[in-house]
């Protein structure tokens, strides 16, 4: 385990080359001695192997061994994640522009947002989003619908909480329903986003159209599907600059078909923070690379990604979608910022030895969280970092410190129940180039 002020491990000779630079040395003696070779002579002929051994051990690595569960797999998968996303080819896009480095404010300059004024950690998220259809054949149809993906985004995600307020007016569930509607989960909001599509229900119909479905005297909310679409696909992006709560910038890609609604395909893409300003009232500078001692230049960027296949779950409501920080949070204290003075401010207490010392721990550290006996003893060792120090913006009312903590470390749906059995494959990216997968 990597920790504060030292090497995880020191770059040093494996067993068998020890072994190598013991053996040579008794051979020289037990040569000279039966040689008849003088006492001095073999003692500089020794000082002189001595030299010449220990020389070329220099750079050996540790003694290679086989993988364990989560540690990085020789060879990676037909296609990354990354480049899987890649090859879905331009979206119908409601992206936000770059906050500015002065802004203090997170929805600065957005155009687009989702209203989380009702949830316990109340504020506006800003949030882009990209659409793709694709036909029986694989064909991309969404420009063809645009118009009809637009309705779509606005009755979803476009969402007023104080418009829907004024129209539910007396409804018995009001304010349920409208906490109900700003607690959604990015992938419930792409999940009914796919339901309207193929003309689906799998969510209330008030979430997928909106208040006006509450009363039953209210219109009709059923429109045509897009019958040419067979597969729809949302892309959620974050950017941590404009998101206090949770300063990690990702995204999120959401694949359904329409025969097997229920059991859609997620990619999880998380970016370590390296040097960024968030847009709010802390204003804080993050950056939790490690440091690497062998290499010249630092690490620039660290990505990971992590894959939900299709057939470990049904996933129709909240809970069935695991929280990315069951992920980012062991990774973040354990493996890349580790304790620090001041989590306001750019900085790791970790260094490695070298670049793959980083990947086999984190390696490790997945391996032990795939299991939910794991999982609670990583909980456990986490729980140091569960404080007000490190997760103030949720000791401002709302969740409350309390609640996150036992929340996120919990055996329920925290870091306590483990990564199995929704987390497949998961990728770790240096510098843009993929360097392990973990199974």
């Known amino acids: 385990m990597p920790s504060a002020g030292r090497p995880t491990a020191l770059r040093i000779c494996t067993?068998?080359?020890?072994?190598?630079?013991?053996?040579?040395?008794?051979?020289?003696?037990?040569?000279?001695?039966?040689?008849?070779?003088?006492?001095?002579?073999q003692l500089t002929a020794i000082r002189f192997v001595t030299i010449l051994l220990i020389a070329a051990s220099f750079g050996c690595s540790a003694a290679p061994k086989a993988p364990l569960a989560g540690e990085p797999l020789n060879k990676a998968p037909s296609v990354a994640m990354h480049e899987r996303v890649r090859a879905l080819g331009p979206g119908l896009q409601f992206r936000n522009h770059a906050v500015s480095e002065s802004a203090v404010t997170p929805t600065d300059g957005a155009q687009y947002v989702y209203d989380r004024s009702f949830s316990a950690n109340s504020r506006m998220s800003a949030v882009g989003i990209e659409l793709w259809l694709f036909d029986a054949s694989g064909a991309p149809v969404h420009t063809e619908h645009s118009d009809s993906l637009t309705s779509i985004y606005r009755d979803i995600y476009g969402w007023n909480a104080s418009e829907w307020r004024d129209q539910l007016g007396k409804h018995a569930e009001t304010t349920t329903i409208l906490e109900t509607k700003s607690d959604m989960f990015w992938e419930s909001l792409a999940q009914q986003f796919a339901e309207r599509v193929f003309g689906l229900e799998l969510t209330p119909a008030l979430y997928r159209y909106g208040p006006e479905c509450a009363h039953p005297e209210g219109a009709s909310c059923d429109t045509p599907s897009i019958d040419d679409a067979t597969t729809v696909v949302v892309r959620t992006f974050l950017d941590a600059r404009r998101d206090p709560m949770n300063?990690?910038?990702?995204?999120?890609?959401?694949?359904?078909?329409?025969?097997?609604?229920?059991?859609?395909?997620?990619?999880?893409?998380?970016h370590v923070p390296n040097?960024?300003?968030?847009?709010?009232?802390?204003?804080?500078?993050l950056d939790f690379r490690p440091s690497i001692i062998d290499r010249q230049e630092p690490i620039e960027q660290i990505q990971l990604w992590a894959h939900l296949p299709p057939d470990r779950r049904s996933r129709t409501v909240n809970a069935d979608y695991p929280d990315y920080n069951l992920l980012f949070v062991p990774l973040r204290h354990l493996a890349l910022q580790g304790s620090v003075d001041n989590p306001k401010d750019r900085g790791s207490s970790i260094r490695y030895s070298t670049t793959e010392d980083l990947i086999q721990y984190v390696g490790s550290l997945l391996g032990e969280l795939r299991t939910a006996e794991g999982g609670r003893a990583v909980a456990e060792r986490l729980r140091s970092f569960l404080t007000v120090k490190y997760y103030y913006m949720f000791d401002a009312g709302g969740q409350g410190m309390d609640g996150y903590r036992t929340y996120i470390l919990g055996s329920r749906s925290g870091i306590g129940r483990g990564l199995n059995p929704d987390f497949g494959r998961i990728e770790l990216l240096?510098?843009?180039?993929?360097?392990?997968?973990?199974e």
Do not use: C
């Not at 020890?18 to 003088?38: F, H, N």
């Not at 240096?430 to 973990?438: E, F, K, N, P, R």
């Open 275 to 285: 040097g960024i300003r968030v847009a709010g009232p802390e204003q804080e500078f």
């Open 247 to 270: 300063p990690v910038t990702r995204s999120i890609t959401y694949t359904a078909h329409r025969d097997r609604m229920n059991h859609p395909e997620l990619m999880l893409e998380l």
């Open 15 to 41: 067993a068998d080359r020890q072994l190598d630079i013991r053996t040579g040395l008794w051979g020289v003696y037990a040569w000279g001695s039966s040689a008849g070779v003088p006492v001095k002579s």
């Open 430 to 438: 240096i510098d843009g180039s993929l360097v392990a997968t973990y």
